[in-house]
């Protein structure tokens, strides 16, 4: 059993192969030549993850988006106040429950950023702190609030470290940005957080993340998303209207640390210049 790849199992004995996004077909092709690939891109259960507010709000503007959710492209219709509300009320509720839970009380009217998905290295969760001084400076612009959650699998220790990194920036950010990381990290958790949050960050390290959907379930309740383009986020990308992309293309010709360099830069840059602004000066927008 030692020489069993399960990869190669499954793609000799399966009639039909496809990656999980198009960059993931791409990827698999190369790392398994001789093998036709195809793509189909994940997807989430609108109806599942929308929150109780957005529920209510498209089953009044939107009339069977529940078994058709690509009714949901009608959402322009919902008037910009009363989608405002359903997120407020969202945000409300995520509030309370971090209150609840660690006794950390939150302001409702400040920008709050979402960070949640397995602990482990690939993800970068403590990208965010990369330059902590830098993150005070940003959030002497518009106040910042900051949300993570993740369990790390229990052998990967990696993971853990990672957990007691952000913990570690976290506490020397105290008394400047209002920053938790919550336990128990399940699907409770996961719907409460990505209807709650103002903006939904995602940082992994191209081309590691294979679909990564928890995007979508923050779309399916009118948050923002800031991502790297990686995963669907490629596919679902529009620049300025659903979000913003951290960093270049990952066809781009970029060294690894130069790479690097350039996320760093394009995710302070675009909180402080771009996201921050919208927040607080243009709500419709």
Not at 189 to 211: F, H, K, Q
Not at 263 to 275: A, T
Request: proline share 5%; charged share 25%; net charge neutral.
């Amino acid at each position: 059993m030692d020489n069993l790849n399960a990869t190669y199992l499954a793609l000799n004995l399966s009639k039909y192969v496809n990656g999980v996004t198009n960059a993931h077909m791409e990827y698999s092709r190369k790392l398994f030549p001789g093998y036709h690939l195809r793509g189909i891109t994940n997807g989430v259960h609108p109806c599942r993850w929308a929150c109780e507010f957005f529920r209510e709000l498209f089953d009044r503007y939107v009339p069977g988006w529940a078994n058709e959710p690509e009714l949901l492209v009608r959402v322009d219709e919902v008037p910009h106040e009363e989608i405002w509300n359903a997120h407020l009320k969202a945000k409300k509720a995520l509030l309370d429950h971090i209150a609840e839970k660690t006794g950390v009380i939150m302001d409702i009217n400040v920008l709050t950023l979402g960070f949640a998905r397995r602990a482990t290295a690939y993800k970068r969760a403590a990208m965010l702190f990369s330059d902590p001084e830098r993150l005070k400076e940003i959030n002497r612009t518009g106040k910042l609030q900051l949300v993570f959650a993740g369990k790390a699998h229990p052998k990967d220790d990696a993971g853990k470290r990672v957990i007691k990194e952000i913990y570690n920036y976290m506490t020397g950010l105290r008394g400047e940005i209002e920053a938790v990381y919550l336990e128990n990290y399940d699907l409770d958790l996961a719907a409460r957080m990505v209807s709650g949050v103002d903006v939904w960050l995602n940082t992994p390290l191209p081309p590691m993340e294979a679909s990564g959907t928890s995007g979508m379930k923050a779309a399916c309740n009118g948050v923002i998303n800031f991502s790297v383009l990686d995963g669907w986020w490629i596919e679902g990308c529009i620049e300025g209207v659903n979000g913003w992309a951290i960093g270049p293309h990952p066809m781009a010709p970029t060294g690894e640390n130069e790479r690097r360099r350039i996320e760093i830069k394009d995710l302070y840059n675009k909180m402080e210049y771009l996201i921050i602004p919208k927040f607080y000066h243009d709500r419709d927008g």
